[in-house]
Nanobody, 131 residues
């Protein structure tokens, strides 16, 4: 099992930026995919961005493409989510996850509605964007 700890959430006005961090510990020798998911009040959890650790391949949800950037520091077993041009609809609890297989559509973006059924999850960090 991998333990994940998210940090960096907070409140921001629309148009601003935030960076989230996810530090992995425990059984990290075979990390493959790590990703960010979010859940807004009253809504289902959804995928935001995923990175394939070994090849640095990156996958995004259509809703954040061009605004959010996922990156990694493999030496620190840490994944980041740089969120730019934030919108009120980005308000959610953001979760980090690993130990899953990514699902993408033919355009190479995250499949709508996909959330891994088996994964290791962090505790989540709140992001609030005001208009």
């Amino acid at each position: 099992e991998v333990e994940l700890v998210e940090s960096g959430g907070g409140s921001m006005q629309a148009g601003g930026s935030l960076r989230l961090s996810c530090a992995a510990s425990g059984h990290t020798n075979n990390l493959d995919y790590m990703g960010w998911f979010r859940q807004a009040p009253g809504k289902e959890r959804e995928g935001v961005a995923v990175i394939y650790i070994n090849a640095d391949n990156k996958y995004y949800a259509d809703s954040v493409l061009g605004r959010f950037i996922i990156s990694q520091d493999s030496a620190k077993n840490t994944v980041y989510l740089q969120m730019n041009s934030l919108k009120p609809e980005d308000t959610a609890v953001y979760y980090c996850a690993t130990n899953f297989i990514v699902r993408v559509n033919r355009r190479g973006t995250l499949e709508v509605g996909w959330v891994p059924s088996n994964a290791d999850w962090g505790q989540g960090t709140q992001v609030t964007v005001s208009s």
